[in-house]
Every structure is written in C-alpha cells, then in structure tokens.
C-alpha cells in the first residue's frame, strides 16, 4: 500500500505532486504520526512562511477516510494513517508476499560486484574474517532481494613470495600425511617455522623467490604442490562457509590476474601516468603517498593486481557497482587504486567502493596472528554451539533434535553479534553476551519467532479473509504493524548504506514490540474474531522476523 503515493495526491497546483511524494518521509518520533511532510523548500517556492503553509495545508486539505489526522507542528505536516486501515493493509500485504515481503525489482538488470571474505591460502580462516564474511554475504542476499544480480567474488591471497617458501618449507620439512590431516594448521606452522630458520640461514629466502619463479613460469611440480595446498585451504573454508551459509560465485584470486596486469601497466605508461622512481613503477596522486604497482626488481603488488581485476571484472560483467568488504586498515590502498583507475580517465572509478569494517577482538585478550596463534573461526563456532547447547538442555530438557537447534542458535548468535554494530565499529566478542536469551541478541529474536511459532501451532487456523483488526488497534498492536509496514524501507536502507546492521536492529525492534504485545494481550484468549487478529498479526511478526534472517544467513528454529 503506498500510502506516499496517497498523500501526495491530496495536494493541488502549484504544488508538485511528485516533489511532495519524494519530500514524505518518517517522522522524527512516532508518536507524531505515520508520515511527515517538511515544508521547507515548498513554502520557499510559494513565497510563504512553512509553518503558515503547514497550518493552511492542515485546515485545508481533504480528509479521505484512510487519514485519521492531519497535525501541523512547526514546518513539518504529520499524517496519522487510520489505525484499522494500517493494520489491514500491511498484515495483508504480509499474507500476500509472505517470504518476498520487503523484496522489490528496483535492481533490475544491474550487478553488483561484491569482493568479500578473500581468504589467503595456506592461511588459518581466523576470527577476524568474520567481519568480511558475514557483511559481504549479507550484502549479497539484500542486493539480490532488491532485484539486483549479485556476484559474489572470494578474492583468494594465492600469490606472492610466501607461496615460494611454502614449498621450500614443505620440501624441507613437511609430511604429506600430517598435512592432509591437520590442512591448514600444519601448513601455517611451516610457514612460521620457514621464517624462523630463515633468521638463521637468510640463503632461504633466496630459495623461497626461487620456488616462487617456478610456481609464476608453471613448473609442474610447484604447480602441483601450490594446487594442493590451495585445495586444501579451500576443503576448509568451505565447510565454515556452509555452516555461515555463505556462497560465491567467483574464487577468482590474485594469481587469476598474472596475465592481466602488464596491458594496464603498458596503458598506464602510454597514458604518462607510470613513473621510475628508484628503478621502481609508481604512480603519483595528489594528497596521498604514490601507488606502488611494480619493484625494481620486476615483482608487481597487491595494488597491481587489484587495478588488473577491477578492469576484468567491469569488462566482464559491468557492474554497477564493485564493492570490497575489507577492513579499515586497507583503507590507503583502495583509495589509492581506485585514483589511479580515475586517473586513467575511467568514469566508472566511482562506482567502485570500499565497504570497510573495525576489528573484532576477543574478551580474553585480542587475537593474535603472529607464531601461528590464531583463533579460528570454526572453533568459535564450535565453542558458541556446545554453549548453546548446554543453555537449551537447561532450559527444555525435552527438545527434539538438540544438536540441530544448537547449531542454529549458536551460528546464529555469532553471525547476529557480528551484524548488529555499524560496520566500522571495533567489536569485542563474549560467548556469555551473544548466548544470552534476553538483551539485543541472535537468540533473544530465535526466541522470540519460536515463541510466534508455537503460538500459531497452539492457536489453531487463522485466516486473513477473516480479518477484523479491532482486537490489535490498542497502543501495542499499533507499534507493531506499523513497525512491519517499514520494513521494505529498511531493506533499501540497508543497501543504500551497505549496512545490513539496519535489518539486524529492525528485527530486534520487532521481537521487542511482539513482546510486550504478548505480555499485555493474551493471544489465545476472547472471541474467535479477536483471536483470529491476534494470530494474524503474529503470523506477520515471525514472517518478517524470518525475512529479515534470511537476508542475514541466520536460521530460525520453531522450538528452542
Ligand atoms: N586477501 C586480502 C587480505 O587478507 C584481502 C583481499 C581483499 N580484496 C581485494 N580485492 N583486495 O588482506
């Protein structure tokens, strides 16, 4: 029901319809109404003073029967939308789009480009790839809910020096079985071993360029253990990423890009950007250190290999937007690059985006990636499931299918914890306060749908042709559906700031109003019309709540 579109027609000439549709927005405070119209820039047009003009549109616009009120309050214009109306037509929207509630086709026809979790091979996938992943994934599901064509890319590390050493250390020191057993931990403690005996022998890291030149000219047999430990990398993630129900489209890493990056160094020189410094290819900017794209030495950079893909992936699908979820850290080398790219005269520079993200740091002490320490994201999950697991056997002894419930409740908790705050925020984690059942967490709104769920098994058939909303037009009904009714609001919210934070804090609002709701008003009790809206509208509450951990990669279970 766009009741935007209803208001706006309301107004006659001289003024413009389509402004006023554009200008209605939420009201600051929601006791003040459903809509509110500012009438700045119309009384500026008009010649007139706002807070007249908005005293003049209150006495003289037409009251159509769907408008309860019509207050004017300052230069601002607050339309109350009736309350029976409201409530009949989001819950009915919700009956009829049920799981594309909130989704609409405005993407149509455009990618988006999203460069997120780009692991390093050989690599632990540790706690502090949780941000990238979770965000970026999100991002994926809003984007494809909004219409648009996602295209998810895993930027793997899978070049560089260190791959050569990698296999100096393996033929050195490493055993194949160890390796197939323990994947990547029996990988990066080579590799902290390498440079510990390399402080003692520094003819090893003239061994380690060496492999690597072998890996880059495609020697078969570094090739092949190079493959091996990328597969085996890949076996691993692969399996937290199902539990995160996280996906991609494209494991298109940096070594995709050797071929590709000397027709941009060679455009970049023609163009005169390139310049020699110190035997070294650099590209000046303004205001910022130069973009470092090859050594003297001949090797090329991280930096290089971002501005290859940048122009494979716009020739290659055209996006609409490229968006890399990395931390802030890197902040420096996205603004340079992406200058550089300007630079060389391509508009589309602007299109691409660096969605950056704080740092996630333990309570017991922060992560500590140096001697091969790390925290590994798997374990947390592990650890977040055996808690959850141990919190539900307390609490409903009887559950069915525990393990089942515990995985949801605990993965859940952690990908919630993670999408709650603002992106740039630096997080600490606590088992103890992302478990916890009441506050603003992953279980606390599980919780809550499971509540709505077993409402609606115990309350029997509801049907929406059936609906009377009389029972649910008091104070908490009406913070309810009015709240459902923004919901297609904030799933664009969330897009336009790349913040999926939007949709986590909305759930969490609605679980807290169906709350309160449930303490006041006993849902299965009164007449069987009065019911009947009761369980409409918690049908409507759980079903957004689950619209909304979709979009986040978090399950629902129906008990807990
Ligand atoms: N592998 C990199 C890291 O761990 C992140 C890559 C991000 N994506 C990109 N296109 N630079 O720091």
């Not at 540790?126 to 219409?147: C, D, K, N, Q, S």
């Not at 609409?320 to 850290?329: E, I, M």
Request: glycine share 8%.
């Amino acid at each position: 029901m766009d009741y935007r579109k209803k208001i706006s027609l309301l107004f006659e000439e001289p003024f413009d319809r389509k402004e006023i549709y554009s200008l209605l927005a939420r009201p600051k405070e929601e006791k003040m109404g459903d809509f509110a119209l500012p009438c700045f820039t119309l009384a500026k047009k008009a010649g007139e003073n706002p807070v007249a003009l908005a005293k003049k549109f209150s006495e003289t616009l037409e009251r159509p029967s769907f408008i309860s009120s019509i207050e004017p309050a300052g230069g601002f214009l607050n339309f109350k939308i009736k309350d029976e109306e409201l409530a009949t037509s989001v819950i009915g929207e919700i009956f009829e789009k049920g799981e594309n509630y909130g989704s609409s086709d405005e993407g149509k026809g455009r990618v988006i480009c999203i460069d997120y979790s780009s692991i390093n091979i050989a690599k632990p996938f540790h706690i502090g790839h949780l941000l990238t992943t979770v965000i970026g994934a999100a991002l994926y599901r809003i984007y494809g809910f909004l219409g648009y064509k996602p295209y998810g890319i895993n930027h793997l590390g899978d070049y560089g020096t260190q791959f050569g050493k990698m296999i100096s250390a393996y033929k050195r020191w490493g055993n194949k079985d160890d390796i197939e057993k323990r994947g990547v931990t029996a990988l990066n403690e080579l590799y902290v071993r390498f440079h510990s005996e390399a402080e003692k022998d520094e003819s090893l890291n003239d061994e380690g360029r060496h492999y690597f030149k072998l890996i880059e000219q495609g020697d078969s047999e570094c090739v092949k253990i190079f493959e091996w430990f990328k597969k085996i990398t890949l076996e691993e993630v692969n399996k937290v990423y199902e539990r995160l129900g996280v996906k991609f489209d494209s494991y298109n890493g940096e070594s995709f890009y050797n071929d590709k990056m000397e027709p941009v160094l060679e455009e970049l020189s023609q163009k005169g950007l390139l310049k020699e410094s110190d035997g070294a290819q650099v590209v000046e900017l303004d205001g910022m250190p130069p973009c470092l794209l090859k050594k003297a030495d001949g090797a090329t950079l991280y930096a290089t290999r971002d501005i290859a893909a940048a122009f494979y992936r716009k020739k290659t699908y055209d996006f609409y937007k490229c968006l890399y979820v990395v931390a802030y850290q890197q902040n420096l080398h996205f603004k340079q690059f992406f200058k550089v790219i300007e630079l060389m005269g391509y508009d589309w520079a602007k299109d691409l985006q660096h969605i950056a993200f704080g740092m996630v740091s333990l309570e017991d002490g922060t992560l500590s990636t140096r001697k091969g320490k790390v925290v590994l994201l798997d374990e947390v999950l592990n650890k977040a499931v055996e808690k959850s697991l141990k919190i539900i056997t307390e609490k409903n002894p009887d559950l069915k299918d525990r393990e089942k419930i515990a995985e949801m409740i605990g993965v859940g908790a952690v990908i919630f914890f993670a999408l709650f705050n603002g992106r740039i925020k630096d997080i600490v984690f606590s088992y103890d306060k992302v478990l916890t059942f009441d506050g603003e967490t992953g279980p606390y709104v599980q919780y809550t749908c499971a509540r709505c769920s077993s409402i609606l098994e115990k309350g029997g058939k509801y049907d929406f042709k059936k609906f009377n909303p009389s029972a649910i037009l008091n104070q908490e009904g009406r913070s309810i559906y009015s709240a459902l009714a923004l919901f297609p609001e904030k799933v664009k919210e969330a897009a336009e700031k790349n913040e999926p934070c939007v949709i986590t804090r909305y759930i969490t609002d609605i679980a807290q109003r169906f709350n309160k709701f449930y303490i006041e008003h006993k849902i299965i009790e009164g007449s069987k019309e009065e019911i009947n809206a009761k369980l409409c509208l918690t049908y409507a509450v759980r079903r957004v709540i689950i619209n909304g951990f979709n979009l986040l990669g978090i399950k629902a279970p129906d008990r807990m």
